[in-house]
């Protein structure tokens, strides 16, 4: 059984930047994609980006494109999530999840196991 655990999270000034870090326990984690979603305030969890077990292929939303990057680090079971120019409403709990999918998905229904979340709040 995997288990994913969020850090990284905290208060940013907006232009600013955060690293987000998911580490999965197993020795499974290697095999399945990853994902990163994100609950803001008076919204559903949505897609942010997601990236293959090999860490070769990358997805994002079309509202962090060219701000974020996901990456993996297999040796310590590492996906990070960089987040760059942050902005207002990039404020929202961070959570990652893992698939057994080769790929990850953009809807929270492929996922089954998920982090417990870290808060990322952008003030002005």
């Known amino acids: 059984q995997v288990q994913l655990v969020e850090s990284g999270g905290g208060l940013a000034q907006a232009g600013g930047s955060v690293r987000l870090s998911c580490v999965g326990s197993g020795r499974t984690f290697d095999t399945l994609a990853v994902g990163w979603f994100r609950q803001s305030p008076g919204k559903e969890r949505e897609f942010v980006a997601g990236?293959?077990?090999?860490?070769?292929?990358?997805y994002y939303a079309d509202s962090v494109k060219g701000r974020f990057a996901i990456s993996r680090e297999h040796a310590t079971n590492t996906v990070d999530l960089r987040m760059n120019v942050l902005k207002l409403e990039d404020t929202g709990v961070y959570y990652c999840?893992?698939?057994?999918?080769?790929?990850?998905?953009?809807?929270?229904?492929?996922?089954?196991?998920w982090g417990q979340g870290t808060q990322v709040t952008v003030s002005s």
């Open positions: 990236i293959d077990k090999l860490g070769a292929l990358t």
């Open positions: 999840a893992a698939t057994g999918r080769g790929v990850p998905g953009r809807t929270q229904d492929m996922y089954a196991t």
